[in-house]
Structure formats: structure tokens, C-alpha cells
């Protein structure tokens, strides 16, 4: 019940296409459910987060969907460029006792 | 957000000998945490660094093999001792500000 399932593993798109990766949990408790990119030798960072009360966010060329219902979530990133080449973990989380809950990680290459 | 700073950025250490990587952040932080990413691998939370406290661990990871410390609200040491080849990984430090998360650059540890 603390699994966040992501798929999937990798990804391949072509510059400009829409790269969709998805999650789902099981934990209703969650209730914070962020996206960090990571390049190599590099730490995760944060890229934009949602919260269930909200359907949509959008930060830039980033946008998560989330649907409480069916406990899924994505992430879209429009108009993709190689520089966007990187792992993208999804995440959940409960307020207050902040243990986050990664899932497996999509390694995504866009390519030129 | 936080800026994190990790010592050393990466080591190679010997079977059986320890080693001790360094967490310093620009601000005081209540919440500190430290995560091993094994390669191609997503997170996993080791424990909960608390100042003034013990450390809190997950399952699966004891106290003498990763001893924390956690001095002061801007500062914490991870050792990871009498390695193995098994050992290997990176080691995350990660600090919480209300909901959101954030990573240092990591430490890379080969074990030979």
C-alpha cells in the first residue's frame, strides 16, 4: 500500500513530441505528490508537485494531470528538447510525517 | 529552496574500512534525511536525521552500520561502515521544508 508504481521504465521521443509518464499509488493517505528530474551526477530536483485537490498544474512546458478517483498521475512535458534528457521520479507523500515515497524512475531521451 | 552541500563527491574505499560524507545546508532545516540510489536505481530512505536525537531508521538499515549524527540544524554526517562491495551506491542528503524536498549533489562511494 506504500508503492508508487511508475511506468514507463524508459522512453525515446523525438524533439518536440509529448512525453507522458504515469503513476498510480494506493495509499489514499498521500496527499502531496511531487516530480523531480535527475541529470547524472546530479541530486533530484524538484520540478513541479500537485496536490489532490487540484486537477491540473502547470509550470512552463511541465504539467502534471492527476485523477483522485483512479489514484493516478502524470507528468507531460510539451514541446520536448534534448536538454530535457534525464530520470524523472514520481513521488508521494503524507503532510506531517514527510516520509516520500519514490517511484522506480523513467529514464527519458529526447533526441534531436 | 535549500542549497546542499555533500564531502567527498565521490571516494573509493577499501572492504572493511568506513566512510564518513558530509551534509551542510545554507539554512537551518528541521527535517534532514539521508537516501542511498543504487545505479539505475530509484531512492531509498535510510533514515531521518534528528538534531538533539537518535536517528530514526527504516527497516532494513541499523544504526551500526549507518551511524548519523545530526549536531546542529544546518549539519549531519552519514558513516557507512565496514563496507562491502555491496555498499556501493550513492548517498543523498535530503532536507524538508513544509511539503517540499530537496537533494544534495550526492556522494558516490565504490567499494573495492
Known amino acids: 500500500q506504500q508503492q508508487v508504481k511508475q511506468s514507463p521504465q524508459s522512453l525515446i521521443v523525438q524533439k518536440g513530441g509529448i512525453p507522458i509518464i504515469n503513476c498510480a499509488y494506493e495509499?489514499?493517505?498521500?496527499?502531496?505528490f511531487p516530480w523531480y528530474q535527475q541529470f547524472p551526477g546530479k541530486g533530484p530536483a524538484l520540478l513541479i508537485a500537485?496536490?489532490?485537490?487540484?486537477s491540473e498544474k502547470k509550470e512552463g512546458r511541465f504539467t502534471i494531470s492527476f485523477n483522485k478517483s483512479a489514484k493516478q498521475f502524470s507528468l507531460h512535458i510539451m514541446d520536448s528538447q534534448p536538454g530535457d534528457s534525464a530520470t524523472y521520479f514520481c513521488?508521494?507523500?503524507?503532510?506531517?510525517?514527510?516520509?516520500?515515497?519514490f517511484g522506480a524512475g523513467t529514464r527519458l531521451f529526447v533526441k534531436a | 529552496s535549500a542549497v546542499i552541500s555533500q564531502k567527498p563527491s565521490r571516494d573509493i574505499c577499501q572492504r572493511g574500512t568506513s566512510l564518513t560524507i558530509q551534509c551542510q545546508v545554507d539554512?537551518?532545516?528541521?527535517?534532514m534525511f539521508w537516501y542511498r540510489q543504487q545505479p539505475g536505481q530509484s531512492l531509498t530512505l535510510i533514515a531521518t536525521a534528528n538534531q538533539g536525537s537518535e536517528a530514526t531508521y527504516e527497516s532494513g538499515f541499523v544504526i551500526d552500520k549507518f551511524p548519523i549524527s545530526r549536531p546542529n540544524l544546518t549539519f549531519s554526517t552519514l558513516t557507512v561502515s565496514n563496507l562491502s562491495p555491496e555498499d556501493s551506491s550513492i548517498y543523498l542528503c535530503?532536507?524538508?521544508?513544509?511539503?517540499?524536498?530537496?537533494f544534495g549533489p550526492g556522494t558516490r562511494l565504490t567499494v573495492t
Open positions: 535530503s532536507v524538508a521544508d513544509l511539503y517540499e524536498q530537496y
Open positions: 495509499n489514499t493517505a498521500f496527499d502531496y
Open positions: 500537485i496536490r489532490p485537490d487540484v
Open positions: 539554512s537551518q532545516v528541521t527535517m
Open positions: 513521488a508521494a507523500s503524507r503532510s506531517g510525517g514527510f516520509k516520500t515515497i
